[in-house]
T-cell receptor, first 106, second 117 residues
């Protein structure tokens, strides 16, 4: 089945630094979704990307979908302590990446 | 409206016992998903229901696991003869299905934390 690989597994940053997580698929994705899970919480939908080369922004978060629709990235500018959590990507067939756990040092 | 609800929130059972976990999806959502998440790990897909179609059971780890969805709404995940490695948080999600920005977004319930002693 479709495999979605996500890197890095962990990322620790100083508050104010940028953060990026990458998602790669072995096959072309019809779309990709991103979720955030706060510690002790459940995943919450952030965004869905559908078009090749698509870039979407949500305040300090920038999401990209690769031209070949096989990879995607989430970039956070100037991290804040409220960004702490695990970020997951997911292909349409319910296969989630392993997630990137972000910790932010104030 | 109400979100996805799951019950119980916590379940402690003894090895070998059967357990049933319940999920109430958002009203009108045709798709329902079950996932398993072990401590500090990612989401492991278990099963997917969509409307009247045959469910996608490809993620169920063994024949001890089964799920049903009655009337296109409530779903029950059953684990028979539980083992210690079944201990995890079981998450349920629901969504609309289709094309467009409002579709396919999964709304997750709070999960059921299962502990098998």
């Amino acid at each position: 089945g479709q495999q979605v690989m996500q890197i890095p597994q962990y990322q620790h940053v100083q508050e104010g630094e940028d953060f990026t997580t990458y998602c790669n698929s072995s096959t072309t994705l019809s779309n990709i979704q991103w979720y955030k899970q706060r510690p002790g919480g459940h995943p919450v939908f952030l965004i869905q990307l559908v078009k090749s080369g698509e870039v979407k922004k949500q305040k300090r978060l920038t999401f990209q979908f690769g031209e070949a629709k096989k990879n995607s990235s989430l970039h956070i500018t100037a991290t804040q302590t409220t960004d702490v959590g695990t970020y997951f990507c997911a292909g349409l067939n319910m296969r989630f990446g392993a997630g990137t756990r972000l910790t932010v040092k104030p | 409206g109400a979100g996805v609800s799951q019950s119980p929130s916590n379940k402690v059972t003894e090895k070998g016992k059967d357990v049933e976990l319940r999920c109430d999806p958002i009203s009108g959502h045709t798709a329902l998903y079950w996932y398993r998440q072990s401590l500090g790990q990612g989401l492991e897909f278990l099963i997917y229901f969509q409307g009247n179609s045959a469910p996608d059971k490809s993620g169920l780890p063994s024949d001890r696991f089964s799920a049903e969805r009655t009337g296109g709404s409530v779903s029950t995940l059953t684990i028979q003869r539980t083992q210690q490695e079944d201990s995890a948080v079981y998450l349920c999600a629901s969504s609309l299905v289709g094309r467009g920005p409002s579709y396919n977004e999964q709304f997750f319930g709070p999960g059921t934390r299962l502990t098998v002693l």
